[in-house]
């Protein structure tokens, strides 16, 4: 507001200079005509300045003169001063509400369910953080404030033209109505083609974003040539919808410009005539004409002001999608007992779960584990195992049934007090662009060496550390990309153990460790971890040995529940999961032999 109020006074007070401009013109003409006096017949803003100048005499001409430039100079010093820090305060201003916004828009995306992340590219959401809101600083920064100096210098000009003379100063902005008219037919194309022009950035930043991500893939599989065609695909369709944009601001702007120069000539020649009849001086016919135009400037702006507007506006609607969008709310009681650092019990009641129109990934699930039980979950793929996870997690909530943990629906268990209770490694290990050390102590990061180092040995990843050249200090790069996959399983899950949680739940965390060093995973587990139970996802024997309990989905049901020897005997996946595994032992013991 305040840097709106001194850009105003900051054209308010550059008003004055054309009046400037006409009294001096006006001496001079008395003075030539040796007429020592000041215009009788002037407005009270010139009537003002000729007050502040001294007596009009023969021999102070010079002394008149510089009474003027004076008068000019600290107009010109006002005018610098209003803009200058109508300037800074603007740009300060600017830079805070961004910056809010910037938070804003991250903690939302932060606490939006899961659900929408897994229907949104996170292309859409990074052009939308970065482009769209670069754009609304840009309407922000520039746009609301010309809209202001517009209206400022417009009523101001008008207002200074229409003391003069009434009649002129209508004639003066008599096209104007027809500039609005093709400035807001302009706005509404305008508007159009943004938002088509933003959809394609959209599709463009998703598919950098998932071919770097995915770089490794595109080379392994040398599709280098088809990542670079569906970019320059994609990439041209952009630069179609970028065409259409400029294509019309080329056509619209030259003819904004040519009803404002004809505005312009109307003015001149009236100025003429009014001049010629003796209704206005001729300081006043050039001060008129400067004011004229002053008043082009609005009217050539509005043409590129609308274009910003308009862009604006898809980006404030763009942002406001997701603003909008419900966050997870994180119901539930922060009950601490329900933890209290002990797993007493987990149980599915009922369970069934599905997506909006579509068939049901869990149907009618009930099992209960205890404390000490480590329960097994395998089954064939696409059989719900991982959905599990996600419904304990609360990710998603169950279509029907309940789940209770210790006793309590966790329904009524806030969702952050639940996390904090599992801790968990998921079957796809994403680290972070930051050292090992660092990915290790995300949830803890002021822990010691000692602590991360001792997390690190369970999971074996301190047993390779001598091949990272700094140690824990060596950066992974995004995504973990310098690491393997067993790598990456094994800092993982050094960071879920470091969290200590009482339900330790590991989805297919060792599948890309070799045998050997899934058995050392396991020895070390048991003397570390103290957790009450843990949940395991997995697809090899090798990986459920320490398990006592065993569930087995088929299709989102109890195929079995009950111990290794029991379903051997009983269940047909696991007898033949259990029979490859034998196969694969025993060919290896033979070659190793």
């Given amino acids: 507001m305040l840097a709106a109020i001194l850009i105003l006074l900051s054209s308010f007070v550059r008003m004055l200079e054309p009046k400037i401009l006409e009294v001096t013109i006006d001496v001079f003409n008395q003075y030539i005509n040796k007429n020592f006096q000041y215009n009788a017949d002037s407005d009270f803003i010139s009537k003002g300045i000729y007050n502040l100048l001294p007596e009009f005499t023969v021999g102070n001409f010079t002394n008149v003169l510089f009474y003027i430039a004076a008068i000019f100079l600290v107009i010109s010093l ?112 305008k508007k159009k083609l943004w938002k088509e022009h933003e959809e394609e950035a959209d599709k463009l930043t998703s598919i950098v974003s998932e071919n770097i991500s995915g770089i490794r893939v595109v080379q392994a599989f040398a599709q280098e040539k088809e990542e670079i065609r569906k970019f320059e695909t994609q990439n041209f369709a952009k630069y179609k919808a970028g065409i259409k944009n400029v294509t019309i601001e080329t056509l619209f702007w030259p003819f904004s410009d040519l009803l404002v120069h004809c505005q312009v000539v109307i003015s001149v ?47 404030i609607n763009r942002i406001n999608e997701i603003l909008d969008t419900k966050v997870e709310e994180d119901y539930g009681l922060d009950n601490e007992s329900e933890g209290d650092g002990v797993f007493q019990s987990l149980e599915f009641e009922n369970v069934c779960f599905n997506y909006p129109d579509e068939k049901p ?81 995300y949830t803890k990061p002021k822990s010691s060496d000692e602590e991360v180092i001792n997390v ?11 091949i990272f050249p700094q140690g824990y200090d060596t950066y992974v790069g995004e995504k973990g990309v310098s690491l393997s996959g067993g790598q990456k399983q094994r800092v993982s899950l050094s960071r879920t153990l470091l969290e200590n949680a009482p339900l330790l739940i590991m989805d297919d965390a060792t599948s890309a460790v070799d045998t050997e060093t899934e058995h050392n995973i396991q020895n070390r587990l048991k003397e570390f971890s103290t957790a009450n139970s843990t949940i395991v996802i997995a697809h090899r024997i090798t ?51």
């Fill in 456 to 466: 690190a040995s369970v999971a074996s990843i301190h047993d390779v550390m001598h």
């Fill in 543 to 593: 990986s459920i040995k320490n398990c006592n309990k065993i569930l087995v989905l088929k299709e989102g049901e109890k195929d079995a529940f009950g111990t290794s020897k029991e379903l051997i005997k009983t269940n047909p996946f696991y007898q033949k999961m259990n029979d490859i595994q034998l196969v694969l032992e025993t060919e290896i013991k033979a070659s190793g032999n």
């Fill in 361 to 441: 990934i869990v149907n009618d699930l009930s099992f209960k584990i205890n404390a000490g039980d480590n329960l097994a979950i395998v089954g064939p793929a696409g059989s719900g195992k991982s959905t599990l996870i996600k419904l304990l997690l609360r990710f998603y909530e169950p279509t029907s049934g309940a789940i209770y943990l210790n006793g309590e629906n966790i329904k009524n268990i806030s969702k952050t007090t639940l996390r904090k209770f599992c801790g968990v490694v998921f079957q796809n290990s994403f680290l972070f662009s930051e050292t090992i050390k660092n990915n290790i102590a």
């Fill in 78 to 189: 006002c005018k610098a001063f209003f803009g200058f820090y109508g300037g800074v305060i603007r740009t300060s201003a600017t830079e805070q509400a961004i910056k809010k916004l910037r938070n804003k828009l991250f903690s939302h995306i932060q606490l939006l369910p899961i659900g929408y992340h897994d229907k949104n590219k996170s292309g859409e959401l990074i052009q939308r953080s970065t482009g769209d809101v670069d754009t609304i600083k840009q309407f922000v920064s520039n746009v609301i404030i010309d809209f202001v100096r517009l209206i400022g210098v417009f009523g101001a000009s008008f207002y200074f033209m229409f003391i003069i003379h009434p009649l002129y100063a209508f004639i003066a902005i008599s096209i104007t109505p027809i500039i609005f008219i093709t400035s807001y037919l302009f706005f509404i194309k």
């Fill in 269 to 315: 020649f009236a100025g003429g005539y009014f001049a010629l009849m003796g209704e206005i001086t001729v300081g006043e016919m050039v001060a008129f004409l400067t004011y004229s135009m002053m008043v082009t400037w609005p009217m050539q702006r509005l043409g590129r002001m609308v274009s910003d507007i308009g862009m604006a506006i898809i980006a």
